[in-house]
């Protein structure tokens, strides 16, 4: 009899893979993905800790659980990835009916673990070593990354996928959980990326995105032979089927001008790139020790714009950091301003027990300000995507067909055809009704309206009207 297994994940793209990977294995043992927990033997929730919110969220799904659990004993819950490896036992002191706690080190073992819980072994918690008191080697050792060969009906869309180079962290910014609960920063061998992404082209994948904590910093030594990130971009952009190469989140110490000469050379990169800047004043960066200055961030945009001249940049703020001033608030909005960014994430500042952040600056910016501050951020941004978007009016882009869009459902559309999602080199989302066989295609699609975060167009049957916006080979 299949097992029925439910699973949510909270997060980064990272977790999103991290969820996908260990659906992929579970489906091979005979378990099958249902739409609702009430409906599973096993629930799974795949979690984040780099927000307090993220983990409040969590322990209110699994509040939400303790009725099933009352009625079906059987039934298997587990917490895994960030949360788990940030709260270990924590977790079950807050929700005693979890069976089951595993870090992302240790994803790998869950249908083995499942299968002791299932014969009667009592809780279960697998995570990696804390990165204090131990030998290098043994930590890393601890963080064992996980990439198994996969299926392609596991992933979201077979003509997309995310490809991991690197785990884990090193940077220590004091405001961040994610050295703590996903590692010593280590990157996997070039070979094996480059398997696995030859892998998924012969599967019909045509867009790859690169995932990393920092992936720009992504560098293999092998002998006297070492891999940057512009090798593998390079190595990668060789393969047959894959037409399009992202990255993310890049760091910007490290956006070298050898990679930024391969994203403007090879024909498959995107000209998209996501370079967090988390605040536009130096006495805040200094305190979040991010290793760089405004003026260093400013001038390693201006190398973006001398190597790829039609880049869209992507950013991130943390608002209402410690000892954040409304004068250090002003520099950050005269950055963005500045800047001009595609999109900026913007978040309040989230306490985070365990770093030096916690441990030494005092959380003193009140909620209502951070509030006020995210808002205010969020406005100008908008105004500014807005804005550069409408200039995106008249022309035409090559897109990427991914699928119906979210809003597919509600839009009225006729006869056949349905309302469509994809995206341009540029990493613009654009939306227009096509046939549904269209999904997986790039095609031409002019735009005659678009808003802060959509792009509304037509795709063209024939290449013919405005020119076509796409990367030269």
């Known amino acids: 009899m299949k097992k029925h297994l ?38 799974l929730f795949n979690t984040c800790s780099v927000r307090e919110h993220a983990e409040e969220k969590i322990y209110s799904a ?16 587990g917490v895994l990835g960030c949360m788990a490896q940030n709260h270990q036992a924590n977790v079950f002191q807050r929700a005693p009916y979890v069976d089951l706690v595993v870090g992302p080190g240790q994803l790998h ?13 009592a809780q279960r918690l697998e995570v990696s070593l804390d990165r204090k008191g131990f030998a290098k080697n043994e930590i890393e050792q601890s963080f064992e990354a996980y990439d198994p060969l996969r299926t392609p009906e596991m992933r979201p869309s077979p003509y997309q996928a995310f490809v991991r180079i690197q785990i884990g962290c090193d940077k220590f910014c004091t405001y961040c959980i994610v050295p703590k609960v996903r590692g010593p920063e280590q990157c996997r061998p070039p070979k094996a990326i480059i398997a696995e992404v030859r892998q998924l082209a012969s599967e019909g994948c045509r867009e790859i995105t690169l995932l990393g904590q920092t992936v720009n910093s992504y560098q293999h030594q092998n002998g006297s032979i070492t891999t940057r990130l512009s090798d593998l971009l390079l190595q990668l952009s060789d393969i047959d089927g894959i037409e399009r190469l992202k990255f993310v989140t890049s760091y ?18 995107s000209h998209y790139l996501h370079v967090p800047a988390q605040s536009g004043s130096n006495d805040i960066l200094k305190r979040m020790k991010r290793g760089y200055t405004v003026e260093q961030y400013r001038e390693m945009l201006s190398r973006i714009r001398h190597y790829v001249p039609d880049a869209t940049i992507t950013s991130d703020f943390i608002v209402g950091f410690s000892g954040e001033t409304e004068a250090d608030f002003v520099l950050t909005k005269a950055l963005v301003e500045e800047c001009r960014f595609k999109n900026s994430f913007i978040f309040k500042y989230s306490e985070r027990p365990g770093t030096k952040g916690a441990m030494h600056h005092v959380d003193d910016v009140p909620e209502r300000v951070k509030k006020q ?20 009016v008249g022309k035409q882009y090559e897109v990427l067909i991914e699928g119906p869009s979210k809003n597919a459902d509600k839009h009225n559309s006729s006869g056949p055809l349905v309302q469509l999602a994809g995206r341009t080199m540029w990493d613009h989302i654009v939306v227009f009704e096509g046939n549904p066989r269209l999904i997986g295609e790039i095609l031409p699609v002019t735009i005659y309206e678009a808003n802060a975060f959509t792009l509304f167009g037509e795709v063209q049957t024939e290449h013919v009207g405005p020119e076509v916006y796409q990367l030269s080979s």
């Open 6 to 43: 439910y699973i949510e994940t909270v997060g980064c793209q990272m977790n999103l893979l991290d969820s996908e990977l260990v659906v992929a294995s579970l489906r091979r043992r005979g378990y099958k993905l249902v739409d609702r927990a009430q409906k599973a033997d096993v629930i």
């Open 62 to 77: 699994l509040g939400r659980l303790k009725h099933i659990k009352r009625q079906n004993p059987q039934t298997i819950i």
């Open 109 to 121: 073992q869950i249908p083995g673990l499942l299968d002791e819980v299932a014969e009667g072994t």
């Open 252 to 269: 910007p110490c490290d956006m070298t001008d050898d990679l930024l000469q391969a994203v403007g050379s090879l024909r498959k990169c």
């Open 373 to 392: 501050r995210n808002n205010e951020l969020l406005d100008i941004q908008n105004t500014i995507s807005y804005e550069d978007n409408q200039v995106r």
